[in-house]
């Protein structure tokens, strides 16, 4: 079941993205991060309740514009449709909103361009996108790639 993370979620949320984060596969988050930005977060819940995955849903200035991040799912549920569920999910609530354009920033473009997601060059992205960027230990030499999606 998808729904919208609840506050009781964030400590879920931030194990799970972490977990791929300390084997340098995404970003980490701290715990406040997480719960100043609870809003932006989808959550998928596991038979039993637990959190299987997650993503955000963070909308960047005044240009129409979202970023889909933090998007984990366990290992055990990969390939089980839990991603594209979640990335569904942020698609539907940007059309909501009435936003033109979503873009991500991946080490697996293959998989956003299913969702018609098409590759850019980071550079394409306004500065407000770097913010995040600067604070990581790969910038400048980050190798995610950038793709975008009008909606």
Do not use: T
């Amino acid at each position: 079941m998808i729904r919208k993370a609840q506050v009781k979620d964030a400590k879920k949320i931030q194990r799970l993205i972490n977990s791929y984060a300390s084997k340098d596969l995404m970003m980490p988050r701290s715990l406040n991060e997480i719960f100043e930005n609870i809003r932006d977060f989808w959550v998928e819940e596991g038979n039993s309740k637990n959190i299987v995955g997650c993503v955000a849903l963070h909308i960047v200035g005044w240009d129409n514009l979202a970023e889909i991040k933090s998007l984990a799912v366990e290992k055990k549920f990969h390939g089980k449709g839990v991603g594209g569920s979640l990335i569904q999910a942020c698609l539907e609530e940007a059309l909501d909103l009435e936003l033109g354009r979503v873009f991500a920033l991946s080490y697996r473009p293959k998989f956003f361009k299913k969702f018609g997601f098409k590759v850019v060059s980071k550079s394409k992205l306004p500065h407000k996108v770097w913010a995040e960027c600067c604070n990581c230990p790969k910038f400048p030499d980050c190798s995610e790639i950038a793709l975008i999606k009008k909606i």
